[in-house]
């Protein structure tokens, strides 16, 4: 579509479900609480074999490819040279709300849940919150997770990397 001119340049989109859908704009909280997150993701990370990525598409499957705010994926930057990260690739995805979250908590949390990843977070910035989602099943999560200041959370992949929520929010 993009090719075809159909698009305007820079118009972002997403593919969810076959359906191409426009992305909210992105307000000052959201872009801050971003950065604070993939640093914050980013430094334990150094001497992994994983990195984080930050508003790239994730192919789920041939119907919908995402482009969530943040994600960890396995390898090095070079690997997804010829493809885009895939479930078996991902290791968190974390999607940053502060005008999206009841679609993000109620609709892309099923899709990410039925491509088998099994660590969705979702940051609320306006209410301060973090959504935890574990758990996938073919219906959805199977435990979603409420936090708030001043509670610290790891990821399920990384047990020793541990975040405070004072230190991800704007």
């Given amino acids: 579509m993009d090719e075809l001119g159909i698009l305007q340049p820079g118009e972002r989109t997403e593919l969810i479900e076959g359906q191409v859908l426009f992305m909210a704009a992105k307000g000052v909280p959201h872009v801050i ?12 990370l ?4 994983f990195h984080v990525i ?7 499957n041939d119907f919908s490819e995402p482009e969530p705010d943040c ?6 930057i070079l690997d997804y040279g010829d493809r885009h990260p895939n479930p ?7 999607e940053v709300a502060d005008s999206t979250l009841k679609y993000d908590t109620q609709v892309k949390d099923k899709i990410y849940a039925q491509s088998g990843i099994a660590d969705y977070w ?7 919150q973090l959504h935890v ?15 708030t200041e001043p509670n610290q959370v790891s990821p399920l992949a990384f047990a ?10 704007p």
């Fill in 33 to 44: 609480a971003l950065r604070l997150l993939s640093v914050a993701l980013d430094a334990p």
């Fill in 46 to 49: 150094t001497n992994l074999p």
């Fill in 54 to 60: 930050t508003q790239d598409p994730i192919q789920l």
């Fill in 71 to 76: 994600a960890i994926v396995a390898g090095t």
């Fill in 88 to 94: 078996g690739d991902v290791a968190l995805v974390v």
């Fill in 122 to 128: 979702v940051l609320d910035v306006k209410n301060r």
């Fill in 133 to 147: 989602f574990r758990t996938p099943t073919a219906q959805g999560y199977g435990s979603h997770l409420i936090l």
């Fill in 160 to 169: 020793s990397v541990s975040l405070a929520l004072t230190d991800i929010l």
